[in-house]
C-alpha cells in the first residue's frame, strides 16, 4: 500500500502560481512512478503531468506544459507540481498518483491496474 496526501491547493487569481506538493508514505517511494491528475465538476478525469520513478523524465498534458511543472524529491518521499499563469480553466481537485508500472505512450499516460490516489486538493483560479 501507498498513502498520498496533497496539501498546498487554494484560490488563486488568473496569472498567478501555486505549488502543490504530495507526500507518499508506505512502500518505496522511488520505485514508483509519479502522476498528477485533475478533474474538473462535471468532467472526467484527466492527466496533467507524470514525472518517471528516477525523476529522470516528465510528461505534460498539452494544456499545461510551459506553465507547470513537475519534480520530485525521493530523499523526502515528496513530488510537487509548480503551476505558474494559472487559468480559470485549470480550476479543479488535484490528485496524486503513484504508479510502479505507469508508462508513457504517443502523448498517453498509462496507469496500470495497481496504482494508489491522494485525497485531492481544490484549485479555484478566478478571472
Known amino acids: 500500500q501507498v498513502q498520498l496526501v496533497e496539501s498546498g491547493g487554494g484560490l488563486v487569481q488568473a496569472g498567478g502560481s501555486l505549488r502543490l506538493s504530495c507526500a507518499a508514505s508506505?512502500?518505496?517511494?522511488?520505485?514508483?512512478?509519479m502522476g498528477w491528475f485533475r478533474q474538473a465538476p462535471g468532467k472526467e478525469r484527466e492527466f496533467v503531468a507524470a514525472?518517471?520513478?528516477?525523476?529522470?523524465?516528465?510528461f505534460y498534458a498539452d494544456a499545461v506544459k510551459g506553465r507547470f511543472t513537475i519534480s520530485r524529491d525521493n530523499a523526502k518521499n515528496m513530488v510537487y507540481l509548480q503551476m505558474n499563469n494559472l487559468k480559470p480553466e485549470d480550476t479543479a481537485v488535484y490528485y496524486c498518483?503513484?504508479?510502479?508500472?505507469?508508462?508513457?505512450?504517443?502523448?498517453?499516460?498509462?496507469?496500470?491496474?495497481?496504482?494508489?490516489w491522494g485525497q485531492g486538493t481544490q484549485v479555484t483560479v478566478s478571472s
Open positions: 498518483n503513484a504508479d510502479q508500472r505507469a508508462s508513457y505512450y504517443s502523448g498517453t499516460y498509462y496507469l496500470s491496474d495497481s496504482n494508489y
Open positions: 508506505g512502500r518505496t517511494f522511488s520505485n514508483y512512478a
Open positions: 514525472i518517471k520513478n528516477s525523476g529522470s523524465s516528465t
